[in-house]
């Protein structure tokens, strides 16, 4: 099975930054894509960055010249480096990966536990 740990959340003063870490398991699998995504308090998720296994990226507007999104594909790692952070960052950040297990052909979308990110003074 797939399993994603991530880590690098914590407490961050506004305009500071922040590097978020996801290794993904699974040696059985080919991570096709892989990213971010953040869900606010009384929000939905949503969409922060995704890259593909070809490092084609894929940014929220949101994040847009904030946030840089890399991957280590002999490591099954993808990073997301967060600078000049708001407090309208603040959200728990989920892991994403989308995945195929070798010898099949359908995509399955597997998700970390979360890592909370809380940008405040």
């Known amino acids: 099975q797939v399993q994603l740990v991530e880590s690098g959340g914590g407490l961050v003063q506004p305009g500071g930054s922040l590097r978020l870490s996801c290794a993904a398991s699974g040696s059985m699998f080919r991570f096709n894509e892989m990213g971010w995504y953040r869900q606010a308090p009384g929000k939905q998720r949503e969409l922060v960055a995704v890259i593909t296994s070809d490092r084609i990226t894929n940014y929220a507007d949101s994040v847009k010249g904030r946030v840089t999104i890399s991957r280590d594909n002999g490591k099954n790692t993808v990073y997301l480096q967060m600078d000049s952070l708001k407090a309208e960052d603040t959200a728990v950040y989920y892991c994403?990966?989308?995945?195929?297990?070798?010898?099949?052909?359908?995509?399955?979308?597997?998700w970390g536990q979360g890592t909370q990110v809380t940008v405040s003074s």
């Open positions: 994403y990966a989308r995945a195929v297990r070798l010898g099949d052909y359908v995509p399955r979308d597997y």
